[in-house]
């Protein structure tokens, strides 16, 4: 079972900016992906970037591209995600998840049912 621990998120105005840390363990397969995908109150949860650890390849839906920045430390196992220039309808919840890196990351990351393991989600707000 992947065990997570995710950190970050909060309250922020339109314009700042937050990070979001996952360090994630347990896997059951070699090749891991780790990112995020976020969920705003009645509606579905999306994609929203993720990245190998094995060869740091990294994928962002068009809509954060330019404002969010995915990192990780390999020796921890662990992911970090960089927001700025946020708006208020990047307000979400946002869910550590982890899948095997069995196909391109962009096909992947946007398939729900490709996803092996969710966090519990951390509450991203930001006001106008």
């Known amino acids: 079972e992947v065990q997570f621990v995710e950190s970050g998120g909060g309250l922020v105005q339109a314009g700042g900016s937050l990070r979001l840390s996952c360090a994630a363990s347990?896997?059951?397969?070699?090749?891991?992906?780790i990112g995020w995908w976020r969920q705003a109150p009645g509606k579905e949860r999306e994609a929203v970037s993720c990245i190998s650890l094995s060869e740091r390849s990294t994928f962002y839906v068009d809509s954060v591209k330019g404002r969010f920045t995915i990192s990780s430390d390999n020796a921890e196992n662990t992911v970090t995600l960089q927001m700025n220039n946020l708006k208020p309808e990047d307000t979400a919840n946002y869910y550590c998840a982890v899948g095997e890196y069995s196909k391109p990351l962009p096909v992947l990351w946007t398939d729900y049912y490709g996803i092996d393991s969710w966090g519990k989600g951390t509450l991203v707000t930001v006001s106008a």
């Open positions: 347990g896997f059951t397969f070699d090749d891991v992906v």
